[in-house]
């Protein structure tokens, strides 16, 4: 009798111990998949390069501060590009859903808008090759440094982040409240617990039914004595006629509960709505003509020197001299350092550390009249290729480049381009084909 | 120890010293069966129901209703199976959903709302526990799973509505938010974020259901009590088969490649 009993102890614990670890792990597992870690990768570099440098360019980001106290609100405005060349791997933007990158719930959203379209719900409609407004109100509410990135969730394609940067939180996380007035003037004090104590009570009033019910038969000989009993086929033993009363009573308790509860409940509750799932629907933007066109003859990046090289042709659309004064691609922003209207472009708020530091180099560099072809080299070469981990298109089916460029004419005006083609990568200097030299060889080449 | 117990101990001839031992044994195998029925019940809920049960402004009229009471029947009624065919014990539904109850709340407590930060009221769960008990007390009425399965599973799946609809019916009050119309569960699943959790993801209401205007809720409910009796039926079957351990026939060689001696066990000795 002893042994058995050991016996069966041992594999039952052996056997439980393992099913609990497992369940508290996929626990575990399923809860960690919605909370990024909390530092500055988190994630945005895991994304492939294919889907940050050819799908959704960020531009003109903002944050109206770097630090709040908690319940206070920041605002992330700006706009983005969808790329017109979009990765075949990717699904179109025909539905996204405007979102915010920051770990969990320390920041928390108050209104969120796609061209002016309240973006609560998901959004359907959008084109490639268009541009789109956003803003991103959110609220402050867990103490700390967060990395807040605006997000593009497209179906099929996953979340699609736009440049982080850090906003500090302080204050107490109990000075956040997110009060609410229902449509029917019901005052909730805070969100946050509203509801919770309603619940629980129910919960625990269910679960003292249900544990009386199960000490009424735990309280008698169990196992081994039912199990032998139940063998010899004595089941009137096992169940009694007080069980059954029990039964019955217990079944009438509950469904006295339940209708009573229920009916209370719609009483309490006379205006109800079911869960908001629409989508809305976001008008498609003019078409804007292309200031310049620009044709990507060769581009190459170079493996040990970091060096992304381009030979272009730009051709001038508009009726006025126009330089290049940025390259910016997977929110990395090369930036022509000879032109102080590209240097002025760059917002105070926007990271630093998304600012390429030898910016961008313009093989001839001269303003490009209206109407003139300039064939040219464009040099975006630094660390950051590597840093943001930019240069897995060398192990890409799709070996390609994308990214926006922009344009300053004489006034100061500012236009934008979409520039694409495939990239060579190459691993010595003597692979190289584009010059970044004598750019007036490379012109006398391409006439 | 009541007349009826003493009687039960006398059936299944135990000697008061070994009925001592049972009784021993008895309060360990409660402890190590809740684990085991706690784990299973867990597991099965997070894969199959998953985000239904995990958030708010999940819990829909369509597959929240039709889901939730579907799937938590599963473990519901193996485990009924096992206590009931091995001994008469009619509490296999009660205990799973109620330590299934009990180790979400711990769960939203620590991993939710401790390590995520998000707010309870955007975790509330569902439970199926009155459901649950119904359906316990339908099959010591019934003693058979064949009625249980008709009367019982069908109640379980009507039930399980009403029941949580006591607990969370305040989340569906609407609020007007930037111009248009949300329920407060929306709200609250717009204003905390989760990240990699765009909204679109939600599976809600989808299909002809929402023509059923006001009534879709019971549509649902009627048709998941339909669904939960071929649930209680298939898993009630898994549980009786695990009722019925099988030994497979092994030869000498097979015993001696396990470090076995090889030889055929004498008489009476033990293996
Ligand atoms: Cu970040």
Redesign the interface.
């Known amino acids: 009798?002893?042994r058995l009993?050991n016996r069966?102890?041992v594999c039952?614990?052996t056997?439980?111990?393992l099913?609990?670890a497992?369940?508290?792990l996929?626990?575990?597992g399923?809860?960690a998949?919605?909370?990024?870690l909390p530092v500055a990768a988190?994630?945005e570099r895991a994304t492939e390069p294919y889907i940050r440098t050819r799908t959704v360019h960020w531009y003109d980001v903002t944050w109206s501060s770097g630090s709040i106290a908690a319940n206070d609100e920041i605002t992330v405005a700006g706009k983005f590009r969808l790329f017109s060349d979009w990765p075949d791997a990717a699904s179109l933007p025909d539905?996204?859903?405007l979102?915010?990158?920051?770990?969990?719930?320390?920041?928390?959203?108050?209104?969120s808008?796609i061209s002016g379209i309240?973006a609560?719900?998901?959004a359907r409609g959008l084109k490639t090759g268009k541009d789109y407004t956003f803003k991103l109100v959110m609220k402050g509410?867990?103490p700390g440094k967060w990395h807040l990135h605006p997000v593009l969730?497209v179906?099929g394609a996953g979340?699609i982040v736009g440049p982080g940067a850090w906003v500090e939180v302080t204050g107490k996380q109990s000075d956040y409240k997110?009060p609410?007035?229902?449509?029917?003037g019901?005052k909730?004090d805070d969100?946050?617990?509203?509801?919770?104590a309603?619940?629980?009570m129910?919960?625990f009033g269910?679960?003292v039914?249900?544990?009386l019910?199960?000490l009424w038969?735990?309280r008698?000989?169990?196992?081994?004595?039912?199990?032998?009993?139940?063998q010899?086929g004595?089941?009137d033993?096992?169940?009694?006629s007080t069980?059954?009363k029990v039964?019955?009573a217990?079944?009438v308790t509950?469904?006295l509960?339940?209708?009573i509860?229920?009916k209370?409940?719609?009483e309490?509750?006379p205006?109800?709505?079911?869960?908001?799932?629409g989508?809305v629907k976001v008008p498609v933007p003019p078409n804007v003509p292309e200031a310049a066109s620009i044709e990507v003859k060769n581009a190459e990046y170079d493996v040990p020197g970091r060096s992304l090289r381009m030979d272009v042709v730009i051709t001038n659309n508009t009726d006025r001299p126009i330089r290049v004064g940025e390259f910016m691609t997977a929110q990395l922003r090369f930036i022509n350092k000879d032109l102080p209207a590209a240097v002025e472009s760059i917002d105070p708020s926007f990271p630093k550390d998304l600012l390429a530091g030898a910016g961008l180099k313009v093989g001839s560099d001269s303003p490009i009249a209206p109407g003139e072809s300039r064939s040219t080299t464009l040099d975006a070469t630094d660390a950051a290729w590597e840093v943001e981990r930019l240069v897995s298109f060398l192990s890409n089916v799709d070996s390609r480049v994308g990214g926006l460029v922009f344009f300053y004419n004489d006034q100061g005006e500012r236009h934008m381009s979409e520039i694409s083609g495939a990239v060579v990568p190459v691993f010595t200097q003597l692979g190289s084909k584009v010059s970044t030299k004598a750019p007036e060889i490379l012109n006398a080449r391409v006439d | 120890m009541n007349k009826n117990d003493a009687l039960i101990l006398q059936s299944a001839e135990l000697s008061p010293q070994a009925a001592q031992w049972s009784r021993t044994f008895d309060y360990l195998i409660i402890v190590v069966g809740a684990f085991l029925v706690w784990s299973v019940t867990y597991i099965s809920q997070l894969l199959l129901a998953g985000d239904w049960d995990f958030f708010i402004d999940w819990k829909d009229r369509q597959y929240w209703v039709l889901i939730t009471p579907t799937v938590t029947i599963m473990m519901a009624a193996g485990f009924q199976a096992i206590f009931w065919k091995l001994f008469r014990l009619p509490i296999g539904a009660t205990a799973s959903l109620l330590l299934f109850l009990v180790g979400v709340w711990i769960v939203r407590y620590h991993s939710w709302y401790g390590m995520a930060y998000f707010p309870l009221s955007l975790v509330i769960p569902g439970t199926c526990l009155m459901s649950a008990i119904a359906l316990d007390a339908i099959l010591v009425l019934s003693r058979s799973w064949l009625i249980t399965g008709m009367i019982g599973a069908t109640l379980y799946g009507l039930l399980f509505y009403p029941s949580n609809w006591v607990a969370i019916a305040g989340y569906f009050q609407p609020v007007e938010h930037m111009g248009s119309m949300a329920s407060v569960a929306d709200m609250i699943g717009y204003i905390y974020p989760r990240s990699g959790t765009p909204e679109y993801i939600r599976i809600i209401e989808r299909g002809t259901l929402r023509t059923f205007a006001d009534h879709a809720i019971w549509v649902s409910a009627f048709f998941s009590g339909f669904v939960c009796v071929f649930s209680y039926y298939i898993f009630w079957f898994i549980g009786s088969f695990a009722c019925n351990p099988k030994f497979v026939a092994v030869g000498t060689r097979f015993k001696s490649a396990f470090g076995g001696s090889g030889k055929p066990a004498a008489a009476g000795e033990s293996a």
């Open positions: 009798m002893r009993v069966w102890l039952l614990f056997a439980s111990g099913f609990t497992s369940s508290l996929t626990a575990s399923l809860v998949a919605f909370v990024p988190h994630g539905l996204v859903f979102s915010n990158g920051s770990p969990g719930a320390v920041l928390t959203r108050v209104e808008y309240p609560r719900q998901s509410r867990v969730n179906h979340a997110e609410l007035t229902t449509m029917t019901v909730i969100l946050q617990t509203y509801g919770v309603r619940a629980q129910w919960h269910y679960g039914l249900a544990l019910w199960l038969w735990l008698r000989p169990l196992i081994i004595p039912r199990w032998l009993v139940t010899k004595r089941e033993l096992l169940i009694t069980d059954d039964a019955a217990l079944l509950v469904l509960v339940v209708i509860g229920y209370q409940t719609v309490e509750f205006n109800v709505v079911p869960l908001q799932a989508f």
